[in-house]
Structure formats: structure tokens, C-alpha cells
């Protein structure tokens, strides 16, 4: 069982889909054991993630700012909610508390967390998988960007490959299940730990 924290648009604004690939979301991480941790918000897509999340059993955890809560209306529902004094905060928080990180269609905040929780894989700050669900291709502009950032030569190609795409909600909770390394309380090997 493993904390994964779903990154997601809280905007009401936005094509009823989205609402519904976040239920189809909390659904599946409930139906294969793992824990929720949100952004605590109780509306649009991150609202149907955790009511679907809880409804199939699993355990959710929202982080939300003050500042936000009463923008994107407090999952008060939540079995842990967090209110923080500020999004620095709220995204420690979220990321002290997950084993992975899941990305769904969202605007700047969803994009932000994606970039900033895959910048920290890549140099190396964590070692948690990063998998983006992108069924309708909206993170396609994306994609093409960190291919040419890649052929210019402003990324290595390991650095792409750390971010992981997937298109269906069974594909995105595989790859997550098929990198995760849950913390384990005993002692590294000698071996292990000794210099290359």
C-alpha cells in the first residue's frame, strides 16, 4: 500500500471529462489498496479524486493553504486534512507524505507541481516515480517541448526519461506500482552502502 499524491485542476470551469477521469482515478488507487494525498480541495476534479478515493475504502489525506480554502471549498470530508500557511508549505507537505506522484489534466498549479516534483527526481532529490495521465493528449505541446529541449541539448535524455507518460488510469497506477520503492525500516547492507 503506498501514498500517492495526485496532482489535479480545481477549476469549475472545465469539461465534465476531467471530473470524471478524477473519479475513475480515486476509484482505481482505492480498488488496488493505496492512500490518497491531495490538494484538499473539495470541488472539480480534485473533489470527485477524493470522494471517489473514499468511497472505495482508501484513506485521504488534503493539504490545502488558508488562503484557498475557501476558493476551492475544503474537503472537510477528508480523513486528514492539513491547512497550511502557504503553497510552499502545502507542497512540502504533500510531498513529505507520498511515496508517488501522479499528474492529471490541470492549469498552472497542476503544471507547476508537475515541473517542480520532477526537477527534484532528477537531481537526484528523491527517487519516488512521476507519472503523468494525459488520455486526450492536452500535455502534447508539452512533450514536444522537452523533445526539443533534449535536442538542443538543454536536458539529457535521462532527465526526460524520468518523467513517465501514460494514457489510461489502469497504465498510470502500473507504472507507478512497477517503480515504487516503499521505505523500509531495515538496516542497508554494508555492501550497499560502500563506495563504487
Known amino acids: 500500500m503506498a501514498s500517492i499524491c495526485v496532482f489535479c485542476a480545481s477549476s469549475?470551469?472545465?469539461d465534465a471529462r476531467w471530473v470524471e477521469l478524477g473519479a475513475a482515478v480515486g476509484a482505481e488507487l482505492a480498488a488496488r489498496g493505496h492512500r490518497l494525498v491531495s490538494g484538499g480541495g473539495?470541488?472539480?476534479?480534485?473533489?470527485?479524486?477524493?470522494?471517489?478515493?473514499?468511497?472505495?475504502?482508501?484513506?485521504?489525506?488534503?493539504?490545502i493553504p488558508r488562503s484557498l480554502v475557501d476558493?476551492?471549498?475544503?474537503?472537510?470530508?477528508?480523513?486528514?486534512?492539513?491547512v497550511t500557511p502557504d503553497m510552499r508549505t502545502r507542497k512540502g507537505q504533500m510531498d513529505a507524505r507520498s511515496d508517488a506522484f501522479l499528474v492529471l489534466p490541470g492549469g498552472i498549479g497542476t503544471l507547476e507541481e508537475l515541473l517542480e516534483i520532477w526537477v527534484a527526481r532528477v537531481l537526484g532529490m528523491h527517487n519516488r516515480p512521476v507519472v503523468v495521465l494525459d488520455p486526450a493528449g492536452l500535455y502534447a505541446p508539452l512533450r514536444e517541448q522537452i523533445r526539443v529541449l533534449v535536442e538542443q541539448r538543454f536536458m539529457r535524455p535521462a532527465a526526460a526519461e524520468r518523467l513517465v507518460w501514460t494514457s489510461t488510469v489502469p497504465a498510470a497506477l502500473?507504472?507507478?506500482?512497477?517503480?515504487?520503492v516503499l521505505p523500509t525500516t531495515a538496516e542497508p547492507d554494508a555492501a550497499e552502502v560502500a563506495e563504487p
Do not use: K, P, Q, Y
Open 12 to 14: 469549475e470551469a472545465i
Open 42 to 63: 473539495s470541488i472539480s476534479t480534485m473533489g470527485a479524486l477524493a470522494r471517489a478515493a473514499r468511497a472505495g475504502g482508501a484513506h485521504t489525506t488534503g493539504v
Open 174 to 180: 502500473d507504472a507507478i506500482e512497477a517503480e515504487l
Open 71 to 82: 476558493r476551492e471549498v475544503a474537503d472537510h470530508d477528508a480523513d486528514e486534512l492539513l
